[in-house]
Nanobody, 121 residues
Framework: QVQVVESGGGLVQPGGSLRLSCVAS????????MGWYRQTPGKEREFVAGINWSDTTSYAGSAKGRFTISRDNAKNTGYLQMNTLKPEDTAVYYC???????????????WGQGTQVTVSS
């Protein structure tokens, strides 16, 4: 069994910062990819940032220059540092991880339960 759990969301004023964490646990052999997505009511879930096994990163246009994704392979943990937050960043943020488990010969896709980020004065 594998679990992916996000944390670090909360209420922050415009211009503020938050750091989200995503911890994967269980029978993990390796993590190919970790990504952050966000969703607001009535809208599709959208990609925010991702990092692959070679630490190559990618960002949505709205995140470039403000958000930084990173990972700690030893801890099976990913991070999303969000700076200069705007009200339009308000959403539930989800972690996605593509994981090679001990029992499967192919990687599987896992999602966390989400963490709420609210940017408001």
């Amino acid at each position: 069994q594998v679990q992916v759990v996000e944390s670090g969301g909360g209420l922050v004023q415009p211009g503020g910062s938050l750091r989200l964490s995503c911890v994967a646990s269980g029978s993990i052999r390796s993590i190919n990819f970790m990504g952050w997505y966000r969703q607001t009511p009535g809208k599709e879930r959208e990609f925010v940032a991702g990092i692959n096994w070679s630490d190559t990163t990618s960002y949505a246009g709205s995140a470039k220059g403000r958000f930084t994704i990173s990972r700690d392979n030893a801890k099976n943990t990913g991070y999303l540092q969000m700076n200069t937050l705007k009200p339009e960043d308000t959403a539930v943020y989800y972690c996605n991880a593509v994981i090679n488990t001990m029992w499967s010969g192919v990687p599987n896709n896992y999602w966390g339960q989400g963490t709420q980020v609210t940017v408001s004065s």
